[in-house]
């Protein structure tokens, strides 16, 4: 039963890089082609999107972009 903790351990951490490389590299191809005003030209790099989601709800953003993004 102790050896198992280990492994769920090593296990999780295997599924958070592949879940963690995945969203990244969507992330990049999808949000590539949309133009981005200004205040948001921090989405570009998806290591640093990460960090703005909190800054979404206030952030200014047309509609029309709105639309593209979703």
């Known amino acids: ?6 492994f769920r351990l090593f296990g999780a951490l295997i599924a958070l890089a592949v879940g963690a490389t ?5 992330f990049a191809n999808g949000i590539e082609d949309i ?4 205040s948001l030209e921090l989405l570009k790099d ?3 999107a990460v960090c703005f989601i909190p800054c979404l709800r206030t952030a200014d ?4 972009v709105q639309d593209l993004i979703r």
């Open 61 to 64: 953003i047309p509609p029309a």
């Open 22 to 26: 995945t969203l990244s590299s969507l």
């Open 1 to 6: 039963m102790g050896m198992m903790v280990p």
């Open 35 to 38: 133009a981005l005003p200004a």
């Open 46 to 48: 998806p290591s640093e």
